[in-house]
């Protein structure tokens, strides 16, 4: 992408979306992949013919998540919420994890209702990856 094309990206964001989302999209820290290791876990959900799909990675120290990081397809909502839910993870234990509140991420990123059910996808991806123990997905 080059610099009028991501000038123009950076002003439908911002106009399009509120700050959180624009802020959280243009700066998705925790997106990648990690490195299989005994201590890191996945998890998968969705699908790109439905609009939304993620994997999720969970390396764990510990009891704890020490890094969390996201591979993800959809909207810009949808982006933002992966990053919003990766940096919660980080310093949360398994059964903190399955607190997430999806409506929680919702309201914060002012998601409108036809894309909500994608929110689904993360809460499903996250559950994964916070089930499994010492084995990737």
Request: aromatic letters at 8%; proline letters at 2%.
């Amino acid at each position: 992408m080059n610099v009028v094309e991501r000038a123009s990206a950076d002003l439908l964001i911002e106009s399009d979306y509120n700050a959180n989302v624009a802020r959280l999209f243009k700066d998705a820290r925790h997106a990648g992949a990690l490195v299989a290791t005994q201590d890191a876990v996945n998890g998968q959900a969705g699908a790109r013919a439905q609009g939304a799909s993620v994997r999720l990675w969970l390396c764990f120290q510990g009891e704890r998540v020490q890094t969390a990081r996201f591979q993800a397809y959809g909207c810009p909502h949808f982006i933002a919420s992966a990053e919003s839910l990766c940096s919660w993870a980080e310093g949360r234990t398994r059964s903190e994890l399955q607190a997430w509140n999806w409506r929680e991420s919702a309201a914060y990123l002012a998601v409108p209702p036809s894309k909500r059910a994608r929110l689904l996808v993360l809460e499903d991806a996250l559950h994964r990856a916070a089930g499994v123990s010492g084995q990737n997905r």
